[in-house]
Antibody
Framework: EVQLLESGGDLVQPGGSLRLSCAASGFTFNNYPMNWVRQAPGKGLEWVSSIGGSDESTYYADSVKGRFTISRDNSKNTLYLQMNSLRADDTAVYYC????????????WGQGTLVTVSS | EIVLTQSPATLSLSPGERATLSCRASQSVRSLLAWYQQKPGQAPRLLIYDASNRATGIPARFSGSGSGTDFTLTISGLEPEDFAVYYCQQRSSWPLTFGGGTKVEIK
């Protein structure tokens, strides 16, 4: 069974930093691209970032480019999102999301971790 | 950036009725469109991928159609558990984008 368990969400002040983690199990982690998708309170879904299975390629939404960094440790089956220079509009539930192999469709979602940016 | 426009924003129906949800893309996404269902307090769940393929474990009452710029999700007979928000999403080009969602509520 595919499982994605996010952690690291917290209350942080504007301008601060936070690192999210996602522990994956139930599948061969390095075979799959991984992603972060967020959802602001009461709003829709927004793709944040993606990374290839072997860490060879990364992609970012314009809204986070230069501030967020996606990475993965395939030896630990873990995905990360380093978030710097956080702003109030980064407040959201952040979901760890798997894509099918070969950049297929998003097929599994974690339960999400809440990031709140506020003074 | 490909913009996905979902309509209607809200659909008020009774159990047993047929639901028809629309997703229109600002440019062709070929057939690289998926549909997700989200219930309050839960993560989204994949229903349909590549426009018309049901994901594992999804009941046959859910069907998808379309290609290019116009797509439809049909729920042939609403069950109580189907009242939720539905999102379309394209993977044809970066950035990945989602539609704004359609809420299917009980009439």
């Amino acid at each position: 069974e595919v499982q994605l368990l996010e952690s690291g969400g917290d209350l942080v002040q504007p301008g601060g930093s936070l690192r999210l983690s996602c522990a994956a199990s139930g599948f061969t982690f390095n075979n799959y691209p991984m992603n972060w998708v967020r959802q602001a309170p009461g709003k829709g879904l927004e793709w944040v970032s993606s990374i290839g299975g072997s860490d060879e390629s990364t992609y970012y939404a314009d809204s986070v480019k230069g501030r967020f960094t996606i990475s993965r440790d395939n030896s630990k089956n873990t995905l990360y999102l380093q978030m710097n220079s956080l702003r109030a509009d980064d407040t959201a539930v952040y979901y760890c999301v798997r894509r099918g192999s070969g950049w297929g469709p998003i097929d599994y979602w974690g339960q999400g971790t809440l990031v709140t940016v506020s003074s | 950036e490909i913009v996905l426009t979902q309509s209607p924003a809200t659909l008020s129906l009774s159990p047993g009725e047929r639901a028809t949800l629309s997703c229109r893309a600002s440019q062709s996404v070929r057939s690289l469109l998926a549909w997700y269902q989200q219930k309050p307090g839960q993560a989204p769940r994949l229903l349909i991928y590549d426009a018309s393929n049901r994901a594992t474990g999804i009941p046959a009452r859910f069907s998808g159609s379309g290609s290019g710029t116009d797509f439809t999700l049909t729920i042939s007979g609403l069950e109580p558990e189907d009242f939720a928000v539905y999102y379309c999403q394209q993977r044809s080009s970066w950035p990945l984008t989602f539609g704004g969602g359609t809420k299917v509520e009980i009439k």
